[in-house]
């Protein structure tokens, strides 16, 4: 164990040390007239896919690259580094008659993590490697840091998470994660438009948190003297557009929710909800089906596609199962027999699964649910029509007021998407609330608490209106076949370190 701590002991000092070495080289550099830092601009003609993917029509000619070198071999009059930009690696010869002897001097002494601009032109090595013979080369930024070692990238997962910079320039599959989640955010906003939907903002900050089940953030505003909340729903704003008339709206946003952190979860995460007026649950659900299998053909090439070893195939119609029918499946228990509180906390006793005194008939379906049958729900699989319990904003089911018109869909056991057709009657809503404010009074510290001018809108007379909300992270996840929601979050919410 000594030997261990010594060994890191000596490593930090050989940082340290490397460190001291790179700011004497700026210092030098300074004293020269040759601050990178005073430079101010470079002209990129070209990024190196690009060079690649064109080679034939570019060879010979010249392209100006900008990259971070992340390699470097000094071979006398003639040397090889690699530079890193946007797109990916390219090589660069640089040789001594080539560009100089006083800036082939200066390369020697760049470091790796240096970002520099090479002019040039296009060939390709004895050993048939595309590369730029470099002709002109420029320090535009000197590293002061050390890169994690070369060949073996950042490894260290919570560092990754910390130094999201640091993950981007070592990992190119990190990197290709987040071009992949801005491609989607794109190719949904290309669907939806396709559809006549307009995309809108709403406040974040609220003086009621509403729209889902969730323990809000809270904060005051000292200008008006007001508590308020970070919003945890996009729901009740947007439903007041559907009232003014728009019809179509959705909102890509982010949503904040003062809950726990796991490999599904963070606090601070980007929900899309989008309503559409005249239409219902069922609308939703084709609505959903296509953009899902839009999304995979457009990002993943395919509707068929792998996630974590696993096929996921989206080009076959959606399974559809109503909640009772799957906890008749799972869990051999059939809830539409089940008539009484009582008899519903009995099978949990039976069934050993957990539940508050508070909780009634539809709690208990929906915990047997969550303990006995959303793991699997591997295929994308809509579960509908859900106890009355745990929709206060769905409209019930005319053949049975228990349950209403709403779904969930779920892919590999996770929830993606969450649809109702929308309660739009402002008299069942005023009661609903209500039983919102008993639950929470009973202890649900995640009930909802009435909105006054949400009822408002809704007494002015919302249409017949079908709504669903998508975890944007979640949907990314499962594009990119990403394990952990941090993985797909550029900036995950972490526990501070105290220096």
């Known amino acids: 164990m000594a030997v261990q701590n010594e060994g890191k002991g000596n490593q930090v000092q050989d940082l340290n040390q490397q460190r001291q070495i790179r700011r004497e080289k700026l210092a030098d550099l300074q004293a020269a007239g040759k601050d990178p830092f005073r430079i101010t601009k470079a002209e990129v003609t070209h990024h190196t896919t690009e060079v690649r993917d064109r080679y034939d029509e570019l060879e010979g000619k010249t392209v100006s690259l900008a990259g971070r070198m992340l390699f470097k071999r000094v071979m006398g009059k003639a040397s090889f580094c690699n530079i890193r930009d946007r797109e990916g690696d390219m090589q660069i010869y640089v040789a001594r008659d080539s560009i100089g002897e006083e800036s082939y001097k200066d390369f ?9 601009l090479v002019k040039g032109f296009v060939f390709t090595t004895k050993t048939g490697e595309k590369s730029v013979h470099a002709e002109e080369l420029t320090l535009l930024t000197k590293s002061l840091q050390v890169l994690p070692e070369k060949f073996h990238g950042l490894t260290n997962t919570d560092l990754r998470y910390r130094q999201r910079y640091v993950d981007l320039i070592m990992n190119p599959e990190s990197r290709e994660v987040f071009v992949k989640r801005s491609q989607i955010i794109k190719e949904i906003r290309r669907f939806l438009d396709g559809r006549d939907f307009i995309e809108v903002e709403t406040p974040m900050l609220v003086a009621n948190a509403g729209g889902a089940a969730a323990r809000p953030f809270e904060t005051h505003f000292n200008a008006l003297d007001e508590d308020m909340k970070l919003r945890i729903s ?23 929710r003062n809950e726990g952190v796991d490999t599904r979860h963070n ?5 899309m909800e989008l309503y559409q007026a005249y239409t219902d649950y069922e609308g939703m659900m084709e609505l959903t089906e296509s953009m899902f299998r839009y999304l995979a053909e ?5 509707a068929v596609i792998s996630y974590n070893g696993t096929v996921i195939d989206m080009a076959k119609p959606f399974e559809r ?18 008539k009484t509180d009582e008899e519903a906390k009995k099978f949990a006793d039976e069934k050993g699964v957990a539940y508050e005194a508070r909780h009634k008939k539809g709690d208990i379906l929906n915990l047997f649910f969550d303990e006995f049958c959303e793991e699997k729900m591997i295929q994308p699989t809509f579960v509908t029509d859900h106890p009355i319990e745990i929709s206060p904003l769905t409209k019930k089911k005319p053949d049975d007021p228990d349950y209403v018109e709403r779904f969930e869909l779920y892919i590999y056991g996770r929830e993606m998407c ?19 404010e008993e639950a929470f009074a009973a202890g649900d510290e995640e009930a909802n608490h009435t909105d006054e001018d ?4 809704l007494e002015i007379g919302m249409p017949p209106t079908g709504g669903i909300g998508y975890g944007i992270d979640r949907l990314v996840m499962l594009l990119t076949d990403s394990q952990a929601i941090r993985d797909v979050l550029l900036f995950p919410t972490m526990k501070s ?3």
């Open 454 to 457: 949400f009822l408002n809108a």
């Open 497 to 499: 370190i105290k220096e």
């Open 298 to 302: 457009k990002v993943c090439g395919s």
């Open 418 to 436: 969450n649809a109702y057709s929308e309660l739009n009657d402002p008299i069942d809503q005023r009661e609903r609330f209500a039983a919102q």
């Open 321 to 338: 199962i109503t909640m009772i029918d799957a906890v008749k499946k799972y869990a051999g228990v059939d809830f539409s027999e089940v």
């Open 108 to 116: 020697k002494k760049m470091d790796i993590g240096d970002i520099i």
């Open 234 to 256: 996009l729901e009740l704003y947007l439903k007041r557009l559907i009232v003014g008339g728009l019809e179509r709206v959705y909102e890509i946003g982010r949503v904040f």
């Open 267 to 271: 606090p601070e995460f980007t929900l």
